[in-house]
């Protein structure tokens, strides 16, 4: 079994930064891509962010120059710093990993993590 915990959510004025992280546990054996997706009241679920474990990285346009999302494969880390924030980046922030491999299964998995809570005062 296959968990994401994130962390590094809160509250922070407009303009200011939080570092958001993202640990995976269990018998992981690879994850080829970790991203960053965000949740507003009342809307979809979107894209922030995603890097593979070779660290090629998207990001969705409304973040780009702002966030930075960073691996350490050898911890099955991810994390994603947020720079000069906005009152629109108010959100849960979710973690995923995507075709993850894990001992013992032949499966790929998609794992989601519990979300954190991004509050961005204005």
């Known amino acids: 079994q296959v968990q994401l915990v994130e962390s590094g959510g809160g509250l922070v004025q407009a303009g200011g930064s939080l570092r958001l992280t993202c640990a995976a546990s269990?018998?992981?054996?690879?994850?080829?891509?970790m991203g960053w997706y965000r949740q507003a009241p009342g809307k979809q679920r979107e894209l922030v962010a995603r890097?593979?474990?070779?660290?090629?990285?998207n990001y969705a346009d409304s973040v780009k120059g702002r966030f930075t999302i960073s691996r350490d494969n050898a911890k099955n880390t991810v994390y994603l710093q947020m720079n000069s924030l906005k009152p629109e980046d108010t959100a849960v922030y979710y973690c995923?990993?995507?075709?993850?491999?894990?001992?013992?299964?032949?499966?790929?998995?998609?794992?989601w993590g519990q979300g954190t809570l991004v509050t961005v005062s204005s």
């Open positions: 995923k990993g995507d075709g993850v491999r894990v001992v013992g299964s032949i499966r790929y998995l998609e794992v």
């Open positions: 890097a593979t474990s070779g660290n090629s990285t």
């Open positions: 269990g018998s992981i054996l690879s994850i080829p891509v």
